[in-house]
């Protein structure tokens, strides 16, 4: 069936929104409550006296937990809907890069001769410094200096509430069932950083596929997530859930003095409704990014970064955070979410478009030996090594000290303005072409005859951006960096045209949300389950752990523990 292909969905579900809404149709999962005179439930200032919809479970947000929760509850026999605040399904994790660190024995990781079990994978995330090869001394990983197993030492590695156990154990299962549903994983690669921070040692990539599969276009946006989003979602599809999108849940609903929780209030359509969870609620509305509140509590300094990654493919403003908190959950803290899941892109599109990185070819820095970083006041700052083979580089958070020094300076709507400053002969080393517009937005790009040229370009002061230059040619020659201390400083900037090219930094992963136990049930303070309240994913807190593992490992559970409650 044509629609059935749904693509971003926009075709299939105005329709499927105008059945529901019209009453002309009540689909398995849904019923079209109304009528009911008194009080269904009431919490604090929420009194439902009429549920619009209801279903088993009301799954909040179609990233990569809400569709593991969804196809796996639909998938074992209960009604599903599932709402998004976004027009778009996928969340984050459709623009995510696919890496998947999920193992313990897959079939790929077999043929390829690799060894993980579960108790490999349990070791891995609980027990610091214990591997040889995961040891506190600085190595040469993937061609990166690192400092394996300080992640794990900062962020405590203990199992929480036995949450990494879980995830070890669930971790085959879960494979397994993506393999299944036809994700295309490509390749396994063996990484020792990956067992830090991913969840395996040998984590799958997954092949390029379209993010708008519908209306796509050789050419267009792909991603390796868009492999694990789409065949969860021709999943869940499959299993009868539906799905709403543009929906926005403003409340989570719980019965009085420490009752169920039953359902949700959300915008939809200009409207608030009310939709009934029938067994439970589920929670994956993802990153805090967008939340100064929280961001306030876990990374004050992250407030000088105004976006929302992966914006305009989600809406991620932590308001469903918000929202369990709202009504008794609990909050874990964000371990080692300061130190992980940064990433910089240079010339980037990330904001603009909600590309993941944009552009092509530039996803790492250039040589910054030849360059500087300048801010906008047209001063170098930093040492531009800082973050790049800095030994303190832990798994993937190459640019935490970059961005956290970034923060310290001027900031403009998309956050700390930092350009990088190269002259010709650098560019042509590198064998860097710049298409303003093309391979790179043209707001972040700069270019100019004298460094006033570029100055006025890029809109920095033109004398202190001289006067930048000069200084470092001067100690260029000198043969040291008296100002900033970079031990590799081999050209100086003198060839005309000189180029500009600014930074985009992003927070790709948040780690702190709702408590959650190995069941993905939320807890209260008092550390008990909240009857009918389900969360997983970035909206999740209680292990430490980034990227699309937690959210798809939990998420499943979450569904495959539901579908068997009562209602
Ligand atoms: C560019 C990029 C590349 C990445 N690459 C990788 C990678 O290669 N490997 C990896 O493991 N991880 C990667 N990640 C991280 C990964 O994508 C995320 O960790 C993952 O998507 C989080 O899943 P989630 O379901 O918790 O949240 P999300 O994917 O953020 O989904 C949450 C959804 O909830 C919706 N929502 C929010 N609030 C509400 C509300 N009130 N009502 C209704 N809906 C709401 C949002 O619109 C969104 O669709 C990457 C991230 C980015 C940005």
Wanted: a neutral charge; proline letters at 4%.
């Amino acid at each position: 069936m044509a629609e059935k292909k749904g693509g971003l969905g926009s075709k299939m579900l105005t329709k499927r929104d105008f059945m529901k809404v019209s009453g002309l149709t009540v689909g398995a999962a849904i019923l079209a409550v109304g009528g009911a005179s008194t009080s269904l439930a009431t919490t604090g200032s929420v009194s439902v006296k009429k549920w619009d919809y209801e279903a088993d479970v009301i799954v909040i947000g179609t990233g990569p937990a809400g569709l593991s929760c969804a196809a796996a509850a639909a998938e074992s026999g209960a009604s599903v809907i599932a709402i998004d605040a976004n027009n778009k399904i996928g969340g984050k994790g459709i623009l995510s890069g696919g890496n998947l660190g999920i193992g313990g024995g897959t079939r790929m990781q077999k043929d390829l001769g690799y060894v993980e079990t579960a108790d490999i994978i349990y070791e891995d995330r609980t027990v610091p410094n214990l591997r040889t090869d995961a040891t506190m001394k600085v190595d040469t990983v993937d061609n990166r200096k690192v400092t394996m197993g300080m992640w794990r030492k900062i962020s405590g590695a203990e199992d929480g509430e036995g949450m990494a156990r879980a995830f070890a154990d669930n971790s085959l299962d879960t494979w397994n069932w993506l393999d299944k549903m036809g994700c295309a994983f490509i390749k396994a690669n063996v990484s020792k950083m990956s067992q830090v921070y991913r969840g395996s040692r040998y984590f799958t990539t997954t092949a390029q596929t379209l993010v708008d599969r519908d209306n796509g276009k050789p050419g267009d946006l792909t991603s390796g997530g868009a492999g694990i989003i789409w065949p969860l979602y021709d999943k869940a599809e499959e299993g009868g859930v539906e799905f709403m999108l543009s929906c926005k849940m403003t409340k989570i609903i719980r019965e009085d003095n420490g009752g169920r929780v039953v359902g949700i209030e959300a915008t939809y359509n200009g409207k608030t409704i009310y939709m009934k969870g029938k067994k439970a609620v589920f929670l994956g509305t993802g990153s805090w990014n967008g939340n100064d509140n929280l961001k306030q509590l876990f990374l004050p300094w992250l407030t000088r970064y105004p976006h929302i990654t992966g914006e305009p493919y989600v809406k991620n403003d932590g308001k469903g955070i918000e929202a369990a908190i709202a009504i008794g959950a609990s909050l874990s803290t964000d371990r080692g979410s300061d130190w992980h899941g940064w990433h910089r892109h240079p010339g980037s599109l990330w904001h603009r478009s909600g590309a993941p990185f944009g552009i092509s070819g530039f996803e790492d820095g250039f040589l910054d030996s030849e360059s500087i970083y300048v801010n906008a006041e047209g001063n170098r700052f930093m040492n531009e090594e800082i973050g790049e083979d800095n030994p303190a580089w832990v798994g993937g958070s190459k640019p935490f000290y970059f961005a956290q020094i970034c923060a310290t300076q001027t900031t403009d709507k998309d956050g700390p303005v930092v350009w990088i400053i190269m002259d010709e002969t650098s560019r042509m080393k590198q064998k860097l072409e710049f298409k303003p517009g093309e391979n790179v937005e043209t707001f972040m790009y700069g270019k100019g005859n004298t460094l006033e040229e570029l100055a006025s370009a890029i809109k920095v002061p033109g004398a202190n951006l001289a006067a930048s230059v000069k200084r470092y040619n001067e100690l260029v020659a000198k043969g040291k960096d008296e100002d900033f201390g970079k031990q590799e400083i081999t050209a100086q900037i003198i060839k005309p045209p000189f180029h500009a090219i600014k930074w985009g930094i992003q927070k790709h992963n948040t780690l702190g949300g709702v408590t959650i136990n190995p069941k993905a049930r939320v807890l209260d303070w008092n550390r008990k389950p909240i009857p009918g309240l389900y969360a997983a994913g970035e909206s999740a807190g209680a292990m430490d752990l980034i990227g699309l593992a937690r959210p798809i490992v939990f998420g499943r559970i979450a569904g495959l523990t539901i579908a068997k409650e009562e209602k």
